[in-house]
């Protein structure tokens, strides 16, 4: 399993030497990494019920139906991008970029 495993990292890493698409994409991952890593130390403190709210609107006894994953999809979108904002927002404010 080990030398499949090999053979297989051996392949990848041959085909995003050559596709500049796979390329292009790891580079997007990396960034995206950096900017989550410096947002670490960048801690804010949520609304008060939040959290419920978020766990009231989620019901857990029904697996997700084709309409429901939409949604799951754009509120994580959503939250994505806020936090992203928010972020950049107060790097601005305290001077750093």
Known sequence: MA?????????ISRHT???LRCQA???IEHRISRALAAMRD???I???GLV???MGNLDTSLPPSEREVPKVAVAAAMV???SVLAWTLSRRAKGGV
């Open 80 to 82: 994505a991008v806020a």
């Open 17 to 19: 030497a050559s596709c």
């Open 42 to 44: 960048n801690l804010m």
């Open 46 to 48: 949520a609304p008060a």
């Open 3 to 11: 030398v499949d495993r090999a053979d297989q990292a051996l392949l």
């Open 52 to 54: 419920a709210a978020a």
């Open 25 to 27: 994409e790891i580079a």
